[in-house]
């Protein structure tokens, strides 16, 4: 990965793409989007354009993975092979398997696992469209269709990063600000809980640095929390007094 | 969770709440570390790192190859960790799993994002031919935090890492007498902290993993700054517990390195 010190923030104190060091992309939630599957969500955030689904609680395959006190929550977390410059091959790379792994880490602890032993849920995240910061939205969208799905949320999941870039902390980096900045804390927090249930870093920062990249993070993670409670009600609550 | 591990994480949960551990350390203190290096002569560096019972050795070898088209004057690092199946029961036989290729860009992250290996000292044509370094991360017996016990070795082998002279002569790739001292930049060393009970506890065993809410790791560069970050596990830690795990991973850090590091 490149770490430059090439201009990335302008004269007055704007990104790229005209955000201020605090704004997130403009982003858009839908959920309920997919026939087949037990719950399902898309997002837009920036050029990110992201479907998760999930199915279950059910049999768990192979069988001898159940467990006995609880689900089993099986990820994925695949890129499409056009969604990058370059045609990414669709067999999982060591990145897809690292992020499913941390994917299915940050979401778990917002499930009632236990409410039901023995069987397993599979959640699929599939990257249509990827521009910087898809694990974030990944696991944003992620929660979503598991709360389309019925599943029993302890807190919805909702994750964001900051970043440095140019020698300033900002939001939500895109994916030219991840490869030329300083410096990407994916973040993912459950916003009533207070609790942080992701957290990587690359690059380099201070000590203090990391802490504001982290409140900054939390920050982002709380706006996209009310962006996700909208598009709950945006299926759920108009369908009432319809015929559902 | 088996039913000892359950009848166990009551214990070491217990034990912590009053800052004790199993094996008697207090919450803060590291196993002992001991550190050989220079092990596989057939390497170009080498290093075994024994962290309590937990082994890994790491062997370096260099070799040649293409850069990638977006850093034509770079060399290349490649990381690979085998969880070999000696080193446990619960390893198997075949291509590394999820843990392998977690640990293996742990290791990876750490060492490329700060700036370890000056990777433009390994390029010999720009966009055509460049050094290619493979650390291959070779876990021996795991008793847990596999981690910092990578990190640490695989920063000793580089450190201990010499290559053969090439030049490029006619546009062909000649081997000169001699050795080359991987030129070696930065040293990063990587400290997790595991979360058992609402309490933080470094360089966990493998007992006290089987029973933990979750990891961080922290890795610190020479100058003090964070350089990599991984939470791990299914659990969750508040901002406060972030902080604190960065603090330990500051103060072990540097003495792990001067440990490492000989001037």
Redesign the interface.
């Known amino acids: 990965m490149h770490k430059s010190d090439e201009k990335l923030i302008d004269k007055n104190g704007l990104r790229m793409d005209g955000r201020k060091p605090d704004e997130l992309r403009s982003t858009k939630i839908k959920v309920g989007i997919l026939g087949n599957a037990d719950g399902s969500a898309y997002i837009e955030q920036g050029k990110n354009k992201i479907l998760a689904a999930i199915y279950g609680p059910h049999e768990a395959h192979p069988k001898h993975r159940a467990l006995h006190d609880r689900s089993l929550l099986k990820c994925r977390y695949h890129m499409a092979p056009f969604s990058v410059d370059e045609r990414k091959s669709p067999a999982p790379s060591r990145r897809e398997i690292e992020l499913s792994k941390v994917i299915r880490h940050a979401l778990e602890p917002s499930i009632f696992l236990e409410y039901y032993p023995r069987t397993a849920i599979e959640l699929y995240i599939e990257v249509l469209q990827a521009h910087g910061g898809t694990r974030c939205a990944g696991i944003t969208v992620a929660s979503l269709a598991l709360a389309d799905g019925g599943i029993p949320l302890r807190d919805l999941t909702v994750a964001c990063a900051a970043g440095k870039v140019d020698g300033h902390v900002v939001l939500d980096l895109t994916d030219n600000e991840d490869k030329k900045g300083q410096a990407d804390v994916p973040l993912a927090i459950m916003p009533n809980l207070n609790a942080i249930t992701l957290l990587q870093m690359d690059g380099q920062l201070t000590i203090s640095e990391f802490e504001e990249a982290i409140e900054l993070a939390i920050k982002g993670c709380k706006q996209l929390y009310e962006k996700q409670k909208e598009a709950l009600r945006a299926k759920y609550v108009t369908a009432e007094g319809e015929e559902e | 969770?088996s039913m000892v591990t359950r009848i166990k994480q009551k214990q070491i949960a217990q034990l912590v709440n009053d800052g004790k551990r199993l094996d008697g350390r207090e919450l803060d203190k590291y196993r002992e570390i001991k550190l050989e290096i220079g092990v596989i002569e057939k390497a170009e560096g080498s290093a075994r790192v024994l962290l309590g019972n937990t082994e890994v050795l790491v062997g370096v070898k260099v070799g040649i190859g293409q850069p990638f088209p977006?850093?034509p004057s770079e060399g290349v690092l490649t990381v690979n960790v085998e969880l070999v199946p000696l080193a446990s029961p619960m390893f198997e036989p075949g291509p590394?799993n999820?843990?392998a290729?977690?640990l293996?860009?742990i290791v990876d992250?750490g060492i490329?994002?700060?700036k370890t290996i000056d990777l433009e000292k390994l390029c010999l044509q720009p966009g055509k031919t460049v050094l290619v370094v493979f650390i291959d991360v070779y876990v021996l017996n795991h008793d847990g935090n596999l981690i910092d016990a990578s990190a640490i070795a695989a920063l000793a082998a580089l450190l201990n890492t010499k290559t053969s002279k090439y030049e490029i002569e006619e546009g062909e790739v000649k081997v000169k007498p001699g050795y080359n001292q991987l030129s070696i930049r930065n040293h990063p060393i990587a400290v997790t902290s595991a979360k058992i009970n609402g309490k933080l506890i470094v360089d966990p065993s493998l007992e006290e993993e089987e029973v933990m809410d979750?990891r961080?790791t922290i890795t610190l560069?020479k100058e003090?700054?964070?350089?990599?970050?991984?939470?791990?596990?299914?659990?969750?830690?508040?901002?406060e517990q972030?902080?604190e795990a960065?603090k330990t991973a500051?103060t072990k850090s540097s003495e792990i390195r001067k440990m490492v590091v000989k001037d």
């Open positions: 969770m977006d850093t590394p999820e843990n290729v977690e293996a860009r992250r490329r994002e700060a979750a961080l560069e003090g700054k964070i350089c990599a970050v991984q939470k791990g596990g299914p659990g969750q830690f508040t901002r972030i902080m960065v500051e």
